[in-house]
């Protein structure tokens, strides 16, 4: 079973001043916060950052890591340029991920970095740049997730004794086909984005018509918006699991990307009201009640009946273009099986500040 461990900075503090510099022949300024040292309690093979910020259209944030292999250092390499806006409404930089980042300690894959052999300690660095004096990204959250995957354990967690159900707001990825297709297709792959919105609604968050109206059409725009808002330039897909918590931030939440260690702890959420946003990969023959098969999938997890299986709103929508075909069931022990085997337990945990988690638990918390 995957063995994850968060730790969270909030607010991050300590931020360094440094020199003035140029970006594209203009000036900026920048400031610099760097984690402490920080020891993982087991040999760990994959870092992902997490951030909430607001950031200005003149402003970005570059967020790094680095471990230590053996003895030394890796030199540090770079997990996100973050800007909440795009070039085209003025902001001066193009969010992205780095491509071609392969050193002697591993190689960054778009939001993870994977380490070659395992390691213990590890930083992460943040920069924050701006371009207009005394306009700082307000960087609120800072997050970092380690762990060491592996497979799922044999005993499943037993079900629930009494169902419970969220009501999160159905959208389907499929109304999208066709549509917007210089980001990567349209949407037929805007899984991530589409999840991210349900939860944004269920939160009462998502942008009004006077953000939307750049889309130019009524069918569900807010998820349009969110795909603009978190799409990867680099790895051409609005995927980025840390992007799209990022925008949820950006919209007022508080959220992370993290690990479950299964069910059973996403049935704690559910219980305190917070619906979440899960990584999954199936086929048909895998998964009972899917219709489709897909190598790496976001939905929503909304519920539970009374008999342990899994509400979810997927965005796949059985394949058809209807807000109706969101809502499914899927066997509890059939679901777990897939979200392991398609990320290992990742999960979005999105919530806005003034709703309680349940407790994290310990001595290796895994959300707080």
């Not at 790895?235 to 840390?242: D, H, I, L, S, T």
Request: glycine share 10%; charged share 20%; hydrophobic share 40%.
């Amino acid at each position: 079973m995957t063995r994850p461990r968060l730790w969270i900075w909030e607010p991050p503090e300590g931020w360094v001043p440094q020199q003035p510099s140029h970006v594209d022949g203009a000036p900026v300024a920048s400031r610099v916060w760097t984690s402490p040292v920080t020891e993982s309690p087991f040999a760990a093979t994959e870092l992902i950052a997490s951030w909430n910020a607001t950031t200005p259209l003149c402003a970005w944030l570059v967020v790094e890591g680095r471990v230590v292999v053996g003895k030394e250092w890796s030199p540090w390499f770079t997990l996100a340029q973050w800007a909440a806006g795009d070039p085209e409404a003025g902001a001066r930089v193009r969010r992205t991920s780095l491509l071609g980042q392969e050193v002697a300690a591993g190689r960054v894959d778009t939001d993870t970095f994977i380490a070659r052999s395992p390691f213990r300690q590890f930083q992460l660095r943040v920069t924050a740049y701006t371009g207009c004096p005394g306009e700082w990204p307000d960087v609120r959250l800072v997050a970092a997730l380690v762990s060491a995957p592996g497979p799922l354990a044999e005993d499943v967690a037993p079900p629930a004794t009494d169902g419970t159900e969220l009501g999160v707001p159905p959208l389907s990825q499929r109304r999208h086909a066709g549509t917007f297709e210089h980001w990567d297709g349209g949407g037929r792959s805007w899984c991530s984005p589409t999840a991210t919105t349900m939860l944004l609604a269920y939160w009462g968050r998502n942008p009004g018509p006077d953000e939307t109206s750049w889309v130019g059409h009524d069918t569900d725009p807010e998820v349009v918006h969110a795909v603009r808002s978190v799409f990867d330039d680099a790895y051409g897909g609005a995927g980025n699991w840390a992007f799209n918590v990022a925008y949820a931030a950006e919209r007022g939440l508080r959220g992370y990307v993290t690990r479950l260690r299964g069910l059973g702890e996403a049935e704690q959420f559910l219980r305190a009201g917070v619906p979440l946003a899960l990584s999954v990969r199936f086929t048909p023959e895998d998964l009972p009640g899917a219709v489709y098969h897909t190598e790496g999938h976001l939905l929503a997890v909304i519920g539970l009946t009374p008999d342990g299986d899994v509400v979810c709103n997927d965005p796949g929508s059985r394949g058809e273009a209807s807000a109706d075909a969101v809502r499914i069931v899927f066997p509890r022990d059939a679901f777990e099986r897939a979200w392991w085997a398609g990320s290992g337990g990742i999960t979005y945990v999105i919530h806005p500040d003034d709703v309680a988690l349940p407790a994290p638990p310990t001595p290796e918390p895994n959300w707080g």
